[in-house]
DNA sequence: TCTAATGTCTATAGCGACTATAGAGTCAAG
DNA sequence: CTTGACTCTATAGTCGCTATAGACATTAGA
């Protein structure tokens, strides 16, 4: 299998298949006479491995880590637990982090909704309005702080 | 204000100010007879509001725009609506997988718990048991998916 | 007043995880 | 036998910083 094929099958890219040759998550497969790289289904599976690691948003070298642990399944593993801990945990970090922001987008957005015609923006109006303005968060209010207000 | 002052008052390092200028965010502010940079309150509020925008992960080409509608306010505001609008939906997806990928790294932990002594681990366990293996979300399968099965 | 520490300046290089480009070689179909 | 698609290597660019080097400015203490 050429490396067209497993980009094809993988749905990585040829230049990204390469690139993690180069960092040293996939070993240099055997050449073609042309010089072509040769891939099997074990390389293949490998590199399913990490695109599904990084799916998961894990950094190539954690993956890599991961990767040798899946060479010698018989290492201690007490590290890999640690390692899932620690994402799960920045996991949980990040949703609650973006369902504010979420909110305080939203929030943003019902201020300047229904398209525009030219003069007077929803968003800038609000903001010179002191009463509707200091009835929005805290946030927003910075978020276009330096107006009149 | 000198920019250290700055970089304390928002809490931005110095040299990523000096790289927002850079950029085109913040204007290049008047000189000192040393040649140091001298910022005024708007150019507080206003790297305020960039810094904002990066909490809401926002490119800084967007903010860039951002910032150019904040000085020119009669502008035409339609696309600011619509580039929330965008912004939430990429954030709703985010939050998404996060959950998703949240469970599965969950699943995967849960296998792998209570440390271990050296021979047998538990995730390669659990994979090698068909039973137990093919109960496990097919994520998860492929995950560690080469292993006997 | 001198000196040492701190702050600021510019320019450049590095990070991670790719992505794009250039220029060459290889292969299969018409 | 040529055209076009594929592959090769090497290098540079992307984004949003961060780190480093080496020089100049300012400030506090002796």
């Not at 987008?105 to 800038?124: F, P, V, Y």
Request: with cysteine; glycine share 6%; hydrophobic share 30%.
């Amino acid at each position: 299998m050429k490396i067209g094929e497993l980009a094809e099958k993988t749905g990585c890219k040829v230049v990204t298949i390469r690139y993690y040759e180069k960092k040293g998550l996939l070993t240099r497969p055997p050449r073609s006479k042309g010089n072509y790289r040769l891939y099997n289904e074990a390389d293949l599976e490998r590199l399913e491995f990490i695109l599904h690691c990084r799916k998961h948003e894990m950094q190539l070298d954690e993956i890599k880590k991961l990767l040798e642990f899946r060479d010698h399944p018989q290492r201690d593993c007490t590290w890999v637990s640690e390692l899932l801990s620690s994402q799960i945990e920045d996991i949980n970090a990040k949703i609650h982090s973006l369902q504010q922001l979420k909110k305080q987008l939203k929030n943003l957005r019902s201020r300047c909704d229904g398209g525009h015609d030219g003069e007077t923006c929803a968003i800038m109006q609000g903001l010179d309005d002191k009463e509707s303005c200091c009835a929005v968060e805290d946030d927003l209010l910075k978020l276009l702080g330096s107006h009149k207000h």
